[in-house]
């Protein structure tokens, strides 16, 4: 079955650095790979995401790459901020033929960000 | 506070306890599903209903009886739970379980089975 390693398992920057969180998949046949964001004590939210007909996508200080032949997805955050501070889940998702939305997730980042 | 509501939001049974964790969402949404999150482990998904009808159980013990009476509502039943059950159960939702869906969670229920 679909397999989705990440790493590292903590991550502590200065603000201001960046951050950069990897993520591996193991199906070839996956083609949408959502970031979700977890602060403490809250629910996961999105945070941006991409699909396989792209090879990279930004949104302000966060920007997602995708390699496709590699088989790896990374997230780059910029001018981190002390907020940035959670847990970062990446997540790979194959398509079944239709129905069913059924997202394999990684084991999370936490993110530290020192002021 | 957003669309997805959860209760309750902390549950503490013992073995032989039955209980019933609910997940309500105001989004529309047809799409419905339940995630256990456990320390140092990844998002596991339980199960999954589009339109009221389960299309996944990712092998889940039948001791987690999934309800879906609408699209609006989602129980999660438990009985003769194991101390390792002991997680936070998340359910989300999305507009339905297809395709690029963006699945909003709820706050979750953390469950302490003793």
């Known amino acids: 079955g679909e397999n989705v390693e990440q790493h590292p398992s903590t991550l502590s920057v200065q603000e201001g650095d960046s951050a950069v969180i990897k993520c591996t998949y193991s199906?070839?046949?996956?083609?949408?790979f959502p970031w979700y964001k977890q602060e403490l004590g809250k629910r996961p939210q999105l945070i941006i995401d991409?699909?396989?007909?792209?090879g990279e996508k930004k949104d302000q200080r966060i920007a997602v790459t995708l390699n496709k032949t590699a088989k790896h997805f990374s997230l780059h955050i910029t001018e981190t901020q002390p907020e940035d501070s959670a847990v970062y889940f990446c997540?790979?998702?194959?398509?079944?033929?239709?129905?069913?939305?059924?997202?394999?997730f990684g084991t999370g980042t936490l993110l530290a960000v020192q002021p | 506070e957003t669309g997805v509501t959860q209760t309750p939001r902390h549950l503490v049974m013992g073995m032989t306890n039955k209980k019933s964790l609910k997940c309500e969402q105001h989004l529309g949404h047809n799409a419905m599903y339940w995630y256990k999150q456990s320390a140092k482990k990844p998002l596991e998904l339980m199960f999954v209903y589009n339109f009221k009808e389960q299309t996944e159980n990712n092998s889940v013990p039948s001791r987690f009886s999934p309800e879906c009476p609408n699209s609006s509502h989602l129980f999660l039943h438990l009985h003769t739970l194991q101390p390792e059950d002991s997680a936070l159960y998340l359910c989300a939702s999305s507009q339905d379980s297809g395709a690029y869906n963006e699945q909003f969670f709820g706050p979750g229920t953390r469950l302490t089975v003793l």
């Open positions: 199906d070839s046949a996956s083609n949408y």
């Open positions: 991409i699909r396989s007909n792209v």
């Open positions: 997540a790979a998702r194959k398509n079944y033929g239709g129905a069913t939305n059924k997202l394999i």
